[in-house]
Protein backbone atom coordinates (compact mmCIF):
# COMPACT_ATOMS: atom_id res chain seq x y z
CA UNK A 1 0.00 0.00 0.00
CA UNK A 2 2.74 2.22 1.20
CA UNK A 3 4.58 1.47 -2.29
CA UNK A 4 1.52 2.41 -4.44
CA UNK A 5 1.05 5.65 -2.86
CA UNK A 6 4.71 6.57 -3.23
CA UNK A 7 4.69 5.96 -7.19
CA UNK A 8 1.08 7.59 -7.48
CA UNK A 9 2.60 10.61 -5.23
CA UNK A 10 5.51 11.07 -8.01
CA UNK A 11 3.34 10.29 -10.86
CA UNK A 12 1.17 13.25 -9.91
CA UNK A 13 3.62 15.53 -8.82
CA UNK A 14 5.51 16.09 -12.04
CA UNK A 15 3.90 16.94 -15.28
CA UNK A 16 4.86 16.64 -18.52
CA UNK A 17 5.85 19.89 -19.01
CA UNK A 18 8.20 19.76 -15.99
CA UNK A 19 10.37 17.06 -17.19
CA UNK A 20 10.68 14.42 -19.71
CA UNK A 21 9.69 11.33 -18.43
CA UNK A 22 11.15 8.18 -18.33
CA UNK A 23 11.09 4.90 -16.93
CA UNK A 24 15.16 5.59 -14.87
CA UNK A 25 15.42 5.55 -11.50
CA UNK A 26 18.78 5.49 -9.66
CA UNK A 27 21.01 7.09 -7.04
CA UNK A 28 24.67 8.05 -8.81
CA UNK A 29 26.65 10.05 -5.99
CA UNK A 30 26.55 10.19 -2.31
CA UNK A 31 28.22 13.17 -0.19
CA UNK A 32 27.98 14.90 3.07
CA UNK A 33 28.61 18.37 3.97
CA UNK A 34 30.81 18.95 7.45
CA UNK A 35 29.94 17.29 10.41
CA UNK A 36 30.50 19.66 13.50
CA UNK A 37 30.14 17.22 16.88
CA UNK A 38 30.36 18.83 20.32
CA UNK A 39 32.36 16.58 22.63
CA UNK A 40 32.17 16.96 26.55
CA UNK A 41 35.71 17.26 28.69
CA UNK A 42 37.43 18.23 31.85
CA UNK A 43 38.93 21.61 32.34
CA UNK A 44 42.34 21.04 34.76
CA UNK A 45 40.25 22.16 37.47
CA UNK A 46 38.20 19.77 37.28
CA UNK A 47 35.42 21.58 36.10
CA UNK A 48 32.74 20.11 32.91
CA UNK A 49 33.49 21.85 29.63
CA UNK A 50 32.55 21.34 25.41
CA UNK A 51 34.30 22.11 22.90
CA UNK A 52 33.61 21.17 19.46
CA UNK A 53 35.32 19.19 16.04
CA UNK A 54 34.72 18.85 12.82
CA UNK A 55 34.60 16.51 10.23
CA UNK A 56 35.43 18.03 6.22
CA UNK A 57 32.70 16.03 4.28
CA UNK A 58 34.94 16.40 1.18
CA UNK A 59 37.41 14.06 2.95
CA UNK A 60 33.81 11.32 3.97
CA UNK A 61 33.69 8.94 0.63
CA UNK A 62 30.98 6.90 -0.51
CA UNK A 63 30.64 3.71 -2.17
CA UNK A 64 27.46 2.86 -4.13
CA UNK A 65 26.64 -0.74 -4.81
CA UNK A 66 23.72 -0.52 -7.39
CA UNK A 67 23.48 -4.38 -7.42
CA UNK A 68 22.69 -4.24 -3.41
CA UNK A 69 21.10 -1.32 -3.05
CA UNK A 70 23.68 0.09 -0.62
CA UNK A 71 25.16 3.41 0.22
CA UNK A 72 28.46 3.30 2.57
CA UNK A 73 31.47 5.03 3.96
CA UNK A 74 34.46 3.77 2.84
CA UNK A 75 36.04 4.41 6.02
CA UNK A 76 34.41 4.91 9.47
CA UNK A 77 34.10 7.75 11.08
CA UNK A 78 35.50 8.81 14.21
CA UNK A 79 33.49 7.20 17.00
CA UNK A 80 32.25 10.77 18.90
CA UNK A 81 30.83 11.93 15.19
CA UNK A 82 27.26 12.83 15.95
CA UNK A 83 24.79 11.57 13.32
CA UNK A 84 22.08 13.16 14.30
CA UNK A 85 22.37 16.23 11.66
CA UNK A 86 23.78 15.47 8.52
CA UNK A 87 23.14 17.23 5.78
CA UNK A 88 23.49 15.09 2.16
CA UNK A 89 23.83 15.80 -1.40
CA UNK A 90 22.77 12.98 -3.62
CA UNK A 91 22.90 12.80 -7.22
CA UNK A 92 19.85 10.59 -8.70
CA UNK A 93 17.65 10.29 -11.84
CA UNK A 94 13.66 10.17 -10.97
CA UNK A 95 12.19 11.61 -7.46
CA UNK A 96 13.68 10.93 -4.33
CA UNK A 97 12.28 9.80 -0.38
CA UNK A 98 13.34 9.25 2.64
CA UNK A 99 11.37 6.84 5.07
CA UNK A 100 11.52 8.60 8.66
CA UNK A 101 8.69 6.31 11.47
CA UNK A 102 7.45 4.12 8.24
CA UNK A 103 6.65 7.55 6.03
CA UNK A 104 8.47 8.20 2.75
CA UNK A 105 8.68 11.91 2.61
CA UNK A 106 10.59 13.44 -0.71
CA UNK A 107 14.07 15.00 -0.61
CA UNK A 108 14.16 18.08 -2.52
CA UNK A 109 17.91 18.72 -1.83
CA UNK A 110 17.44 22.20 0.16
CA UNK A 111 20.00 21.15 2.63
CA UNK A 112 17.73 19.13 5.24
CA UNK A 113 19.57 17.19 7.31
CA UNK A 114 18.96 13.22 8.15
CA UNK A 115 19.50 11.63 11.20
CA UNK A 116 22.28 8.82 10.51
CA UNK A 117 22.97 7.46 13.42
CA UNK A 118 20.99 4.35 12.38
CA UNK A 119 21.34 3.06 8.26
CA UNK A 120 18.42 5.17 6.23
CA UNK A 121 15.89 3.86 3.63
CA UNK A 122 15.87 5.69 0.63
CA UNK A 123 13.59 5.20 -2.57
CA UNK A 124 13.65 6.51 -5.99
CA UNK A 125 11.10 6.27 -8.45
CA UNK A 126 10.77 6.90 -11.81
CA UNK A 127 9.32 10.27 -13.31
CA UNK A 128 6.98 7.88 -15.47
CA UNK A 129 5.98 6.43 -12.01
CA UNK A 130 6.60 2.82 -13.79
CA UNK A 131 10.32 1.96 -11.60
CA UNK A 132 11.15 2.29 -8.38
CA UNK A 133 14.46 0.97 -6.45
CA UNK A 134 15.20 0.80 -3.07
CA UNK A 135 18.56 1.64 -1.36
CA UNK A 136 20.21 1.65 2.11
CA UNK A 137 22.77 4.61 3.38
CA UNK A 138 24.93 4.66 6.13
CA UNK A 139 27.74 6.25 7.88
CA UNK A 140 29.97 3.70 9.89
CA UNK A 141 31.67 5.05 13.01
CA UNK A 142 34.80 3.78 14.79
CA UNK A 143 34.41 1.72 18.12
CA UNK A 144 36.55 2.91 20.70
CA UNK A 145 39.49 0.62 21.68
CA UNK A 146 41.67 1.76 25.25
CA UNK A 147 43.94 -1.53 25.15
CA UNK A 148 47.47 -0.59 27.31
CA UNK A 149 50.60 -0.71 24.86
CA UNK A 150 52.91 -3.05 26.53
CA UNK A 151 56.59 -2.53 25.10
CA UNK A 152 60.03 -5.39 25.43
CA UNK A 153 63.34 -4.08 24.50
CA UNK A 154 65.47 -6.40 23.05
CA UNK A 155 68.33 -6.34 24.15
CA UNK A 156 69.53 -9.25 23.32
CA UNK A 157 68.86 -9.17 19.55
CA UNK A 158 72.06 -8.95 17.59
CA UNK A 159 71.43 -6.35 14.97
CA UNK A 160 74.28 -4.56 13.74
CA UNK A 161 73.32 -1.38 12.00
CA UNK A 162 73.88 1.90 13.65
CA UNK A 163 70.78 3.46 11.79
CA UNK A 164 67.81 2.11 10.49
CA UNK A 165 66.46 4.63 7.60
CA UNK A 166 63.94 1.91 6.49
CA UNK A 167 62.19 -0.58 8.02
CA UNK A 168 59.59 -2.76 5.67
CA UNK A 169 58.24 -6.63 5.16
CA UNK A 170 59.44 -8.41 2.37
CA UNK A 171 58.41 -12.82 1.86
CA UNK A 172 57.62 -12.80 5.41
CA UNK A 173 60.88 -11.25 6.32
CA UNK A 174 61.54 -8.21 7.99
CA UNK A 175 64.29 -5.70 6.37
CA UNK A 176 65.82 -2.82 8.01
CA UNK A 177 67.84 -0.68 5.71
CA UNK A 178 70.33 1.87 7.15
CA UNK A 179 73.90 2.43 8.35
CA UNK A 180 76.93 0.35 8.81
CA UNK A 181 80.46 1.81 9.37
CA UNK A 182 80.22 4.00 6.51
CA UNK A 183 78.08 2.05 3.89
CA UNK A 184 74.60 1.65 3.62
CA UNK A 185 73.26 -1.61 4.44
CA UNK A 186 70.68 -4.25 4.51
CA UNK A 187 70.13 -7.15 7.48
CA UNK A 188 67.30 -9.45 7.68
CA UNK A 189 65.03 -11.28 10.50
CA UNK A 190 62.30 -13.58 10.94
CA UNK A 191 61.47 -13.13 14.21
CA UNK A 192 62.97 -9.83 15.11
CA UNK A 193 65.29 -10.76 17.27
CA UNK A 194 67.59 -12.91 15.70
CA UNK A 195 69.20 -10.58 12.51
CA UNK A 196 71.64 -11.64 9.41
CA UNK A 197 75.06 -9.80 9.47
CA UNK A 198 75.05 -6.60 7.41
CA UNK A 199 75.35 -6.71 3.89
CA UNK A 200 76.21 -3.25 1.74
CA UNK A 201 73.86 -2.47 -0.91
CA UNK A 202 75.38 -3.15 -4.22
CA UNK A 203 75.02 0.57 -6.20
CA UNK A 204 73.99 4.10 -4.47
CA UNK A 205 70.66 3.96 -3.90
CA UNK A 206 68.12 6.17 -1.26
CA UNK A 207 67.35 4.15 1.40
CA UNK A 208 64.62 6.67 2.49
CA UNK A 209 62.32 6.28 -0.76
CA UNK A 210 62.57 2.43 -0.65
CA UNK A 211 59.52 1.06 -1.21
CA UNK A 212 57.61 -2.74 -2.35
CA UNK A 213 55.29 -3.74 -4.51
CA UNK A 214 54.76 -7.59 -5.72
CA UNK A 215 58.13 -9.38 -5.63
CA UNK A 216 60.20 -6.12 -6.16
CA UNK A 217 61.52 -3.36 -4.25
CA UNK A 218 61.60 0.08 -5.78
CA UNK A 219 64.36 2.86 -4.31
CA UNK A 220 65.96 5.89 -6.53
CA UNK A 221 69.47 6.50 -6.75
CA UNK A 222 71.70 9.64 -6.48
CA UNK A 223 70.33 10.73 -10.07
CA UNK A 224 66.46 10.07 -9.62
CA UNK A 225 66.43 6.84 -11.79
CA UNK A 226 64.54 3.86 -10.19
CA UNK A 227 65.92 0.96 -9.05
CA UNK A 228 64.81 -2.69 -8.13
CA UNK A 229 65.72 -5.73 -6.75
CA UNK A 230 64.42 -8.71 -5.75
CA UNK A 231 66.46 -9.44 -2.28
CA UNK A 232 66.82 -5.64 -1.17
CA UNK A 233 70.84 -6.20 -1.36
CA UNK A 234 71.38 -6.23 -5.38
CA UNK A 235 69.95 -3.56 -7.27
CA UNK A 236 69.69 -2.42 -11.21
CA UNK A 237 68.66 0.40 -12.70
CA UNK A 238 65.70 0.75 -14.61
CA UNK A 239 65.30 3.49 -17.29
CA UNK A 240 62.78 5.44 -15.49
CA UNK A 241 63.73 8.71 -13.78
CA UNK A 242 61.77 10.71 -11.19
CA UNK A 243 61.84 13.64 -9.48
CA UNK A 244 61.06 11.87 -6.34
CA UNK A 245 59.58 8.41 -5.07
CA UNK A 246 56.81 8.53 -2.26
CA UNK A 247 55.94 5.24 -2.37
CA UNK A 248 53.83 2.41 -2.71
CA UNK A 249 49.97 0.41 -1.99
CA UNK A 250 48.75 -2.63 -2.53
CA UNK A 251 48.56 -1.65 -6.21
CA UNK A 252 50.80 1.15 -7.10
CA UNK A 253 54.16 2.55 -6.95
CA UNK A 254 53.73 7.14 -6.56
CA UNK A 255 56.54 9.40 -7.91
CA UNK A 256 56.28 12.82 -8.46
CA UNK A 257 57.24 12.76 -12.12
CA UNK A 258 56.49 15.51 -15.22
CA UNK A 259 55.50 18.33 -12.40
CA UNK A 260 52.30 15.64 -10.82
CA UNK A 261 51.95 12.86 -8.73
CA UNK A 262 51.94 9.92 -11.25
CA UNK A 263 51.07 6.04 -10.55
CA UNK A 264 52.34 2.64 -12.21
CA UNK A 265 52.02 -0.87 -11.36
CA UNK A 266 55.35 -2.11 -13.57
CA UNK A 267 57.02 1.34 -14.63
CA UNK A 268 56.06 0.85 -17.84
CA UNK A 269 52.87 2.45 -17.80
CA UNK A 270 52.44 5.76 -15.55
CA UNK A 271 48.85 7.48 -14.85
CA UNK A 272 48.08 10.94 -13.46
CA UNK A 273 47.22 10.44 -9.55
CA UNK A 274 46.91 13.75 -8.51
CA UNK A 275 48.11 17.47 -9.84
CA UNK A 276 46.18 19.75 -6.91
CA UNK A 277 48.21 21.49 -4.04
CA UNK A 278 51.24 19.56 -5.07
CA UNK A 279 53.07 22.77 -3.34
CA UNK A 280 51.89 21.08 -0.18
CA UNK A 281 53.54 17.66 -0.07
CA UNK A 282 55.86 16.16 2.13
CA UNK A 283 59.04 17.11 1.74
CA UNK A 284 60.94 14.83 4.40
CA UNK A 285 59.99 12.22 7.13
CA UNK A 286 57.96 11.05 4.30
CA UNK A 287 55.22 7.75 5.20
CA UNK A 288 52.96 6.10 3.31
CA UNK A 289 51.18 3.88 5.05
CA UNK A 290 48.08 1.65 3.50
CA UNK A 291 45.26 -0.41 5.26
CA UNK A 292 41.97 -2.12 4.25
CA UNK A 293 38.29 0.15 4.70
CA UNK A 294 36.32 -1.01 7.57
CA UNK A 295 33.42 -1.51 4.81
CA UNK A 296 34.97 -3.01 1.52
CA UNK A 297 38.41 -5.27 1.55
CA UNK A 298 38.77 -4.63 -1.94
CA UNK A 299 39.23 -1.40 -1.34
CA UNK A 300 42.73 0.62 0.78
CA UNK A 301 43.16 3.67 2.00
CA UNK A 302 46.16 5.47 1.64
CA UNK A 303 47.62 8.00 3.93
CA UNK A 304 50.36 9.95 2.97
CA UNK A 305 52.30 12.58 5.75
CA UNK A 306 55.65 14.09 6.82
CA UNK A 307 56.80 17.22 7.17
CA UNK A 308 57.08 20.56 4.57
CA UNK A 309 59.12 23.57 5.08
CA UNK A 310 56.17 25.89 4.55
CA UNK A 311 53.48 24.57 7.19
CA UNK A 312 53.50 25.14 10.75
CA UNK A 313 51.81 21.39 10.93
CA UNK A 314 52.82 18.46 9.53
CA UNK A 315 50.90 17.45 6.11
CA UNK A 316 49.03 14.88 5.42
CA UNK A 317 47.49 13.19 2.25
CA UNK A 318 44.62 10.74 1.71
CA UNK A 319 42.88 8.53 -1.13
CA UNK A 320 41.34 5.53 -1.68
CA UNK A 321 42.84 3.05 -3.73
CA UNK A 322 41.48 -0.34 -5.78
CA UNK A 323 43.13 -2.49 -8.35
CA UNK A 324 41.47 -0.43 -11.11
CA UNK A 325 43.27 2.10 -12.43
CA UNK A 326 40.28 4.36 -12.78
CA UNK A 327 37.16 4.41 -11.15
CA UNK A 328 37.47 3.82 -7.51
CA UNK A 329 40.74 4.65 -7.42
CA UNK A 330 40.94 8.18 -6.54
CA UNK A 331 43.63 11.08 -7.02
CA UNK A 332 45.18 11.75 -3.89
CA UNK A 333 43.73 14.51 -2.25
CA UNK A 334 45.83 17.00 0.19
CA UNK A 335 43.88 17.42 3.86
CA UNK A 336 43.77 21.09 4.54
CA UNK A 337 43.77 23.13 7.65
CA UNK A 338 41.20 24.74 8.32
CA UNK A 339 40.02 27.52 10.91
CA UNK A 340 37.08 24.31 12.06
CA UNK A 341 39.99 21.77 12.33
CA UNK A 342 42.21 22.82 14.87
CA UNK A 343 43.42 19.69 15.32
CA UNK A 344 46.01 18.82 12.73
CA UNK A 345 49.24 16.69 13.41
CA UNK A 346 52.07 18.84 14.62
CA UNK A 347 55.29 19.31 12.54
CA UNK A 348 57.32 16.67 14.93
CA UNK A 349 61.29 16.31 14.30
CA UNK A 350 61.68 12.87 13.03
CA UNK A 351 57.90 12.41 12.18
CA UNK A 352 56.76 8.27 11.68
CA UNK A 353 53.37 7.09 11.57
CA UNK A 354 52.00 3.31 11.40
CA UNK A 355 48.43 2.34 11.47
CA UNK A 356 47.54 0.23 14.40
CA UNK A 357 44.49 -0.67 16.63
CA UNK A 358 42.56 0.80 13.61
CA UNK A 359 44.06 3.84 14.05
CA UNK A 360 46.90 5.83 12.71
CA UNK A 361 49.37 6.38 14.98
CA UNK A 362 52.56 9.33 15.24
CA UNK A 363 54.90 10.06 16.89
CA UNK A 364 58.40 12.06 17.21
CA UNK A 365 59.72 15.48 18.62
CA UNK A 366 60.04 14.13 22.25
CA UNK A 367 58.63 10.79 21.57
CA UNK A 368 57.23 10.98 24.77
CA UNK A 369 53.57 10.72 23.21
CA UNK A 370 51.58 8.87 20.26
CA UNK A 371 49.26 11.11 18.44
CA UNK A 372 45.82 9.39 16.96
CA UNK A 373 43.64 10.02 14.28
CA UNK A 374 40.52 7.51 13.90
CA UNK A 375 39.57 9.38 10.53
CA UNK A 376 42.39 8.77 8.34
CA UNK A 377 44.70 11.53 9.26
CA UNK A 378 42.10 14.56 9.12
CA UNK A 379 42.05 15.07 12.82
CA UNK A 380 45.00 14.20 15.61
CA UNK A 381 44.92 14.05 19.39
CA UNK A 382 47.50 13.63 21.51
CA UNK A 383 47.22 10.11 23.72
CA UNK A 384 47.19 10.39 27.13
CA UNK A 385 45.97 6.72 28.72
CA UNK A 386 47.25 3.48 27.76
CA UNK A 387 49.15 3.92 24.75
CA UNK A 388 52.77 5.81 24.57
CA UNK A 389 55.70 5.02 22.85
CA UNK A 390 58.67 3.04 25.19
CA UNK A 391 59.90 4.88 28.01
CA UNK A 392 63.05 5.18 27.21
CA UNK A 393 63.57 6.40 23.92
CA UNK A 394 65.72 9.06 22.56
CA UNK A 395 64.17 12.77 22.39
CA UNK A 396 64.54 14.23 18.94
CA UNK A 397 65.70 11.41 16.87
CA UNK A 398 63.88 9.49 14.55
CA UNK A 399 62.65 5.78 15.38
CA UNK A 400 61.69 3.70 12.22
CA UNK A 401 58.49 2.23 12.83
CA UNK A 402 57.04 -1.29 11.30
CA UNK A 403 53.60 -3.03 12.25
CA UNK A 404 54.15 -6.36 11.57
CA UNK A 405 52.77 -9.90 12.88
CA UNK A 406 50.36 -8.32 15.28
CA UNK A 407 53.61 -6.42 16.79
CA UNK A 408 54.53 -2.90 16.80
CA UNK A 409 58.37 -2.33 16.02
CA UNK A 410 60.57 0.73 16.75
CA UNK A 411 64.24 1.04 16.17
CA UNK A 412 65.98 4.07 16.97
CA UNK A 413 69.69 4.81 16.86
CA UNK A 414 72.03 5.04 20.51
CA UNK A 415 74.79 7.25 21.24
CA UNK A 416 76.76 4.44 20.67
CA UNK A 417 77.14 1.46 19.27
CA UNK A 418 74.02 -0.97 17.47
CA UNK A 419 70.26 0.41 17.00
CA UNK A 420 67.80 0.01 19.97
CA UNK A 421 65.15 -2.55 18.97
CA UNK A 422 61.28 -2.58 20.70
CA UNK A 423 58.20 -4.96 20.42
CA UNK A 424 55.27 -3.55 21.15
CA UNK A 425 52.09 -5.29 21.65
CA UNK A 426 48.43 -4.82 22.84
CA UNK A 427 47.50 -5.83 26.44
CA UNK A 428 43.58 -7.26 25.63
Not at 70 to 83: E, Q
Not at 351 to 374: E, M, Q, V, W
Not at 389 to 401: G, H
Amino acid sequence: MMLAAVIGLAASCISDDEVDSTSECFINGFAIKDITSTLHTLTKEGIDSTYQLTIGGSNVKFNIDQVNGRIYTVDSLPSWTDLSRVVPSIGYSGNLYVMIDSVYYPITGSGDSLNMTQPINLIVVSTDGTSIKHYTAEISLATVNTDSLLWTRLTDSNIQLTEVKRLTTFAEKMYAFGTYGSNEALCTSTDGENWTTPQPLSTDISTNSICTLGTLFYATDTDGIINTSTDGENWNASSQAVERLLGADNFCIYAIKEGKIMATTDLNQWYTAGTKNLDNLPQSCVSLITYPTHTNPNLMVDVMAGLNPTQNNAVTWYKVSATETSGSNQQWDYISITSENNYALPALDGLTICHFNNALYATGGTNKHFYRSDDNGITWHQVTRYQFPPQDMRTNVTATTLVWNGNVWMMQATEAGPVSVWRGKLNK
